[in-house]
């Protein structure tokens, strides 16, 4: 009794999804408007102290982000006696 099994190429077809694409990063500093702050002020137009407080806000987002996601070390690596 033999027995048959599907194959690449054989004409057998995966039900894959489509890889969904990548958003457009938003250029944050570039010149000229954005797809998605119609509307919203140019960032040299902004106040000094508003730019120095945005500026403030996003540097302590980032740390405080990167805090949360620096992984500890693996106990046992170091080899060192």
Same mark, same amino acid.
């Given at each position: 009794?033999? /027995?048959?099994?599907?194959?690449?190429?054989?004409?057998? /077809?995966?039900? /894959? %999804?489509?890889?969904? %694409?990548? %958003?457009? %990063?938003?250029?944050?500093?570039?010149?000229?408007?954005?797809?998605?702050? &119609?509307?919203?002020?140019?960032?040299?137009?902004?106040?000094?102290?508003? /730019?120095?407080?945005?500026?403030? +806000?996003?540097?302590? +987002? &980032?740390?405080?982000?990167?805090?949360?996601?620096?992984? +500890?070390?693996?106990?046992?690596?170091?080899?060192? +006696?």
């Amino acid at each position: 009794m033999s /027995r048959q099994t599907a194959m690449p190429g054989s004409g057998y /077809r995966h039900n /894959r %999804q489509p890889r969904p %694409q990548p %958003q457009p %990063q938003m250029d944050l500093f570039g010149s000229g408007l954005s797809n998605g702050a &119609i509307g919203a002020p140019a960032w040299l137009e902004l106040p000094a102290e508003a /730019r120095a407080a945005l500026t403030s +806000l996003m540097t302590q +987002l &980032i740390l405080d982000h990167a805090a949360r996601t620096a992984t +500890l070390p693996a106990k046992g690596v170091d080899h060192d +006696l």
